[in-house]
């Protein structure tokens, strides 16, 4: 595992490219070295979504890539139709860049995406990183109203924001929100498509699926080998970590992390910290 921490990398500037894969292009941007790890981002986010400041802290160990689904973003085709749809992208981006194995990530609903990964493309990951999400099927504690009632409007201010990834009555969560925020808006040029409501349609389709579990997804975390990490908050407004705690003594290769003071974007707020987190649990079953 390469630790070239010398280096520095710029997740701001660096350039969208794009991959053919099944009669689609698949746009995904590429920062560091060593092992790759893909993340998979949340409901309507695209290429910019992402803070930098994460992207850069993991691009001191790894190859990190951010990608858009099909159709969604700048990538082209047909958006999914289900939860497995939106992790064939995964497995198709990967077999499109010739990387044989991947760590997988997954922020909120691209958490869902990646155990989907996990349990249905199982030889292609050595380990998957699950950032403020939950796990499938029917879960006890579900998303609480102001989260709904925020997450659907047309565009997000920092107040928006603070909301849905941080923790309003931290002043600790609601400063680092206005730094992340002024983060990514950062990048002024080279920018990704906004996924408009017309295709949010979508996520709504994989969110049923992800709790209808067809695929019987949740018994096979439950016998799975790969090392699952997830990272949560003390006051998750949308997937609480309680859902996990539920599995307790059932998942035999899963490790929690609550963050105190922080809320759905815990590597938004503590970028650097949860890179390391990350690196570390990576490192201890590499």
């Not at 869902?112 to 879960?139: D, R, S, Y």
């Not at 002024?188 to 949010?200: M, N, Q």
């Given at each position: 595992m390469s630790e070239t921490k010398t280096k520095t990398f710029d997740a701001i500037s660096v350039q969208t490219q794009f991959v053919e894969s099944n009669g689609r292009k698949i746009a995904y941007r590429s920062i560091g070295e060593g092992s790759p790890i893909v993340l998979c981002t949340r409901f309507r986010a695209n290429l910019d979504d992402w803070d930098p400041a994460f992207l850069d802290a993991l691009a001191k160990y790894y190859q990190v890539i951010i990608f858009d689904h099909s159709g969604l973003g700048s990538s082209t085709g047909k958006p999914p139709a289900n939860v497995l749809d939106f992790a064939t992208d995964v497995k198709d981006l990967a077999k499109a860049l010739k990387l044989e194995k991947i760590i997988v990530g997954g922020w909120s609903?691209?958490?869902?995406?990646?155990?989907?990964?996990?349990?249905?493309?199982?030889?292609?990951?050595?380990?998957?990183?699950?950032?403020?999400?939950?796990?499938?099927?029917?879960?006890?504690?579900?998303?609480?109203?102001?989260?709904?009632?925020?997450?659907?409007?047309?565009?997000?201010?920092?107040?928006?924001?603070?909301?849905?990834?941080?923790?309003?009555?931290?002043?600790?969560?609601?400063?680092?929100?206005?730094?992340?925020?002024?983060?990514?808006?950062?990048?002024?040029?080279?920018?990704?498509?906004?996924?408009?409501?017309?295709?949010?349609?979508?996520?709504?389709?994989?969110?049923?699926?992800?709790?209808?579990?067809?695929?019987?997804?949740?018994?096979?975390?439950?016998?799975?080998?790969?090392?699952?990490?997830?990272?949560?908050?003390?006051?998750?407004?949308?997937?609480p970590p309680e859902n996990w705690f539920a599995l307790n003594r059932k998942l035999p290769t899963t490790q929690l992390i609550v963050i105190p003071q922080t809320g759905h974007g815990p590597q938004h707020q503590y970028p650097k910290m949860v890179a390391r987190y990350i690196h570390a649990f990576v490192k201890n079953y590499d």
């Open positions: 609903l691209g958490g869902f995406v990646a155990q989907l990964v996990v349990t249905e493309f199982p030889e292609l990951v050595t380990h998957c990183i699950l950032l403020g999400t939950k796990p499938p099927g029917a879960n006890e504690h579900g998303i609480e109203q102001i989260f709904n009632d925020t997450a659907f409007k047309p565009s997000y201010t920092v107040e928006d924001e603070t909301i849905l990834f941080f923790e309003p009555t931290s002043a600790i969560s609601r400063a680092a929100a206005q730094k992340s925020h002024n983060r990514i808006a950062a990048r002024t040029e080279g920018k990704d498509v906004r996924i408009g409501e017309a295709l949010w349609d979508s996520y709504a389709k994989c969110m049923e699926d992800y709790i209808k579990d067809p695929y019987n997804a949740r018994e096979k975390i439950m016998s799975t080998s790969i090392p699952m990490l997830v990272i949560s908050a003390d006051h998750e407004v949308c997937f």
